[in-house]
């Protein structure tokens, strides 16, 4: 993270402002700190007196503290944390998945898929005698395919007459395409 330009040159600036009757946009020239930053501490001191910095960072609550016995009450049944979004958006809550996700994570709750949710039942699974999958791996690709993964001997072209060139994207295939009946 990046500090506050010090004090110094920030009075420095203010001065200049001030003693020479200068804008602040020359005064940004003159110290090289940027247009924007000079006009703010312009206007800082003119509202308040001073040109310190404003604090930086800093923790924020979150706004979800009121709303926290609601949603662990809400995740003993099924739920998702897009699912609990749209519910706290219904109850006019507006919050972030990643604070829904944070409450949820803190509380150490989650749902797993149990005897009522079964895995998929067409996901294939490998026999008891496999090792690292090879008998899987030997009936899933078979002997003879080429690289497209398609069944079958790769296909051989037949080569070109002696004399008549090779085919190219080039050249048209037909005489049609030239315009000759």
Not at 6 to 33: K, M, N, P, Y
Not at 135 to 153: A, E, F, K, T
Request: aromatic residues 6%; positive net charge; hydrophobic residues 35%.
């Amino acid at each position: 993270m990046v500090r506050p330009i010090s004090t110094d040159l920030r009075e420095r600036l203010i001065l200049a402002v001030q003693r020479d009757g200068i804008s602040a946009r020359a005064a940004a020239a003159r110290f090289g700190v940027s247009v924007s930053s000079s006009v703010k501490w312009v206007q800082r001191h003119r509202a308040t007196g001073s040109v310190a910095p404003s604090k930086i960072g800093g923790h924020k609550p979150n706004t979800l503290s009121a709303h926290s016995d609601w949603l662990i009450s809400r995740t003993q049944t099924d739920f998702t944390l897009r699912g609990l979004v749209t519910e706290l958006a219904d109850r006019d809550v507006k919050v972030a998945y990643l604070q829904v996700w944070r409450i949820v994570h803190a509380n150490g709750l989650s749902f797993k898929k149990n005897a009522f949710y079964p895995p998929n039942s067409s996901a294939q699974r490998s026999p008891g005698d496999a090792s690292n999958g090879r008998n899987i791996r030997d009936r899933l690709i078979p002997d003879g395919s080429y690289s497209l993964m398609r069944p079958g001997q790769r296909p051989t072209w037949p080569p070109c007459a002696a004399g008549q060139p090779r085919a190219s994207a080039s050249m048209p295939k037909s005489p049609m395409a030239i315009g000759k009946p």
